[in-house]
T-cell receptor, first 112, second 118 residues
Framework: TQLLEQSPQFLSIQEGENLTVYCNSSSVFSSLQWYRQEPGEGPVLLVTVVTGGEVKKLKRLTFQFGDARKDSSLHITAAQTGDTGLYLCAGAGSSNTGKLIFGQGTTLQVKP | KAGVTQTPRYLIKTRGQQVTLSCSPISGHRSVSWYQQTPGQGLQFLFE???????NKGNFPGRFSGRQFSNSRSEMNVSTLELGDSALYLCASSLDSGSGVSSYNEQFFGPGTRLTVL
C-alpha cells in the first residue's frame, strides 16, 4: 500500500517568515502534485513534478521532487496572509491514472 | 473554459437512505475520479471512471458505486447511509486522451458536495 507522510500537520507563522512542508514515502511515484485547498472548496492544483531531482518555482513557492521520486518538499519564502490554507501533496503510482494518494495535509496559518 | 461542477453542494440525509451525487468534468476531460474527504482520514480515493468504465477502485465498501455517461459526466451513489459517510465528496477530472500520452495525473477538482448524515 502506498502512503504519503506529510509534515508538519499544522504550521502557524508570522507574515514574512519562511517555511517548508515535507512529503515522504517509501514508494516511488510517477508524478507528484501539490494542491492548496481553502475552506468549503476543492483542492486547486499548484504544480506537478515528474522527474527525479526536479525543482519548480511558482513566485515565492519552490517545489522539489526527490532524486528517487519518493519524496517532495514545498518551500514558501516570505509568507503572506494570502498563503493561508491547507496544502496537500498527492502522488500517482503510474501515469494515466486518476488514482492519487494524498498526504494528510498541512494547515498553514500566516498571521499579519 | 468552465471548471468541474458538482451538484448538489450540500445535502442532508438520514441513516439508511441513499444518495446520488453528480459531477460534470471540464470539457474534453475523459477521466473522472471521486474522493472522500474527512477530518480524520483526509482525502481518500473512491474510484475512477474513464470512457464509461471503472478503471480504478479504492478500498471502500460496495455501498459506494458510480457510473459515467457517454458525455463523461459522472454520478456516484451511496446506499444505506451511515453516520460515518458524512464527508466532503470531491470529484476531479483529468485530461486523458487515451492515446498513451501522459497527462501527468493532473487532476482538477470541483467544489465538492458536503454530505451530512443524521
Amino acid at each position: 500500500t502506498q502512503l504519503l507522510e506529510q509534515s508538519p500537520q499544522f504550521l502557524s507563522i508570522q507574515e514574512g517568515e519562511n517555511l517548508t512542508v515535507y512529503c515522504n514515502s517509501s514508494s516511488v511515484f510517477s508524478s507528484l502534485q501539490w494542491y492548496r485547498q481553502e475552506p468549503g472548496e476543492g483542492p486547486v492544483l499548484l504544480v506537478t513534478v515528474v522527474t527525479g531531482g526536479e525543482v519548480k518555482k511558482l513566485k515565492r513557492l519552490t517545489f522539489q521532487f526527490g532524486d528517487a521520486r519518493k519524496d517532495s518538499s514545498l518551500h514558501i519564502t516570505a509568507a503572506q496572509t494570502g498563503d493561508t490554507g491547507l496544502y496537500l501533496c498527492a502522488g500517482a503510482g503510474s501515469s494515466n491514472t486518476g488514482k492519487l494518494i494524498f498526504g494528510q495535509g498541512t494547515t498553514l496559518q500566516v498571521k499579519p | 473554459k468552465a471548471g468541474v461542477t458538482q451538484t448538489p453542494r450540500y445535502l442532508i440525509k438520514t441513516r439508511g437512505q441513499q444518495v446520488t451525487l453528480s459531477c460534470s468534468p471540464i470539457s474534453g476531460h475523459r477521466s473522472v475520479s471521486w474522493y472522500q474527504q474527512t477530518p480524520g482520514q483526509g482525502l481518500q480515493f473512491l474510484f475512477e471512471y474513464f470512457s464509461e468504465t471503472q478503471r480504478n477502485k479504492g478500498n471502500f465498501p460496495g455501498r459506494f458505486s458510480g457510473r459515467q455517461f457517454s458525455n463523461s459526466r459522472s454520478e456516484m451513489n451511496v446506499s444505506t447511509l451511515e453516520l460515518g459517510d458524512s464527508a466532503l465528496y470531491l470529484c476531479a477530472s483529468s485530461l486523458d486522451s487515451g492515446s498513451g500520452v501522459s497527462s501527468y495525473n493532473e487532476q482538477f477538482f470541483g467544489p465538492g458536495t458536503r454530505l451530512t448524515v443524521l
